[in-house]
């Protein structure tokens, strides 16, 4: 059984930094795209960053290129999202996901498993 547990999150100040890991188990998703997601109360679930499992390219939402960062560590089958220079415009229940193929599309329809997620909470 496919599982992706997260971990990080929390609370920081405006202007700060967290780093969210996603951890897989039940397969190894080396090949496989992976991406981060983010729901903000009353709102969709809105793409934030994705990366492809080959040749590691990245894809990211424009309201956070250039602050965040997706990564991955395909020996510990884990993703990262280092998030830096938070405001409180990213405060919202942060979701990792994975495909079972190569991509990394912006659809949410497009991943297969789902993090339980993790709240991010920026106080100004």
């Known amino acids: 059984q496919v599982q992706l547990v997260q971990s990080g999150g929390g609370l920081v100040q405006a202007g700060g930094s967290l780093r969210l890991s996603c951890a897989a188990s039940?397969?190894?998703?080396?090949?496989?795209?992976m991406g981060w997601f983010r729901q903000a109360p009353g709102q969709e679930r809105d793409f934030v960053a994705a990366?492809?499992?080959?040749?590691?390219?990245?894809l990211y939402a424009d309201s956070v290129k250039g602050r965040f960062t997706i990564s991955r560590d395909n020996a510990k089958n884990t993703v990262y999202l280092q998030m830096n220079n938070l405001n409180s415009e990213d405060t919202a229940l942060y979701y990792c996901?994975?495909?079972?193929?190569?991509?990394?599309?912006?659809?949410?329809?497009?991943?297969?498993?789902w993090g339980q997620g993790t709240q991010v909470t920026v106080s100004s």
């Open positions: 996901a994975a495909r079972e193929s190569v991509g990394l599309p912006r659809a949410r329809y497009q991943y297969d498993y």
């Open positions: 990366i492809d499992g080959p040749g590691g390219l990245t």
């Open positions: 039940g397969r190894t998703f080396s090949r496989n795209g």
